[in-house]
């Protein structure tokens, strides 16, 4: 009777020790919590076999630092430039389809992606009635590398690069502010549309030859725009 007393004791002493909110707080520098039981009197006899009941610490969550989780550092994605590219009836063998351009760390599908990156920036040029054969028309203009359908692209790139950091770069594309006095000169029908990216800044502008600013207008963009002095 006395030994099923005993065991009895045992058992609902153990599941106390676990479950109770203070578990924890009793551990010592070992993680476990000292036994429930007493040291002398009928019930000490079973100590030595049971020792102290181990309550067991939940690992960290992996954000916290634990478990599999590592530093709990997320890697941000880098910055990226992302264009489609649809190809149709260009004649070159491989060259039509559609393809991504990725400039940044994941480069796409786009045959050519370091250069087509080098040469995001650049210029679309228009002219019209200008009078010149071969001059009429909408051509391409990239720089750093050299490239497009313009007919002067290389001189074009060197008048730029030429202007590039001074004064007279800064108001290239610019039309002539408003209230400045133009001499009464008309210099024919031509007119041509710039529009693109030089130097970082976004170009849309309107060149003609109805007086003496445009002119000076047009006449300082030689050989971007054709020459017809």
Known sequence: ????????????????????PGA??????????????????????????????????????????????GGGTVDEPAARTRLTVTVERSGVAGADGTFELTCGPTGGTHPE????????PGLTVTVERSGVAGADGTFELTCGPTGGTHPERQGACDRLAEVGGTRAGQDLFRPAPEGTMC????????????????????????????????????????????DLR
């Open 113 to 120: 992606r370091q250069g087509a990156c080098d040469r995001l």
């Open 24 to 69: 924890s707080a009793l551990a010592g520098a070992s993680g476990q919590v000292p036994s429930a039981l007493p040291t002398s009197g009928p019930l000490s006899a079973v100590q030595p076999a049971l020792g102290p009941l181990p309550v067991p610490l939940p690992p960290l969550p992996s954000f916290l630092g634990g478990g599999s989780g």
């Open 1 to 20: 009777m006395l030994r099923r007393l005993a065991l009895t004791a045992v058992v609902t002493l153990a599941a106390v020790s676990v479950t109770a």
């Open 183 to 226: 001499t009464m000169i008309y210099g024919g029908d031509a007119s041509a549309r710039i529009v693109g990216t030089w130097e970082g800044r976004r170009v849309d502008t309107t060149v003609t030859r109805g007086d003496g600013c445009e002119i000076a207008r047009w006449n300082n963009l030689v050989p971007v725009l054709p």
